[in-house]
Nanobody, 114 residues
């Protein structure tokens, strides 16, 4: 059974921090790289951060140095530590494999106020 459950979002002031967590089913988690995506109102979903099974990482230029992705293979979880948040980081955040499977969780809302 496919499962992706995101949590940890909220409302934070600019400059603040949030830590997102994702519980994934083993069928997704064990296949390949995992990533965090986000979708802001009126915009297309974009890939923010990727972590490979070997734990190498890559980031969208606009979040480099502020976001850190990590994974715990034993529990099929992926986290995204977000620091120095900006209003333009406001979006619904989703986790999925990279490339994404044709299933999305409910996401978690991140709102950064100026």
């Amino acid at each position: 059974q496919v499962q992706l459950v995101e949590s940890g979002g909220g409302l934070v002031q600019a400059g603040g921090s949030l830590r997102l967590s994702c519980a994934a089913s083993r069928s997704i988690f064990s296949i390949n790289s995992m990533g965090w995506y986000r979708q802001a109102p009126g915009k297309q979903r974009e890939l923010v951060a990727v972590i490979a099974s070997g734990e190498s990482t890559a980031y969208l230029d606009s979040v480099k140095g502020r976001f850190t992705i990590s994974r715990v293979n034993a529990t099929n979880t992926v986290a995204l530590q977000m620091n120095s948040l900006k209003p333009e980081d406001t979006a619904v955040y989703y986790c999925n494999s990279v490339p994404a499977v044709n299933y999305w969780g409910q996401g978690t809302q991140v709102t950064v106020s100026s």
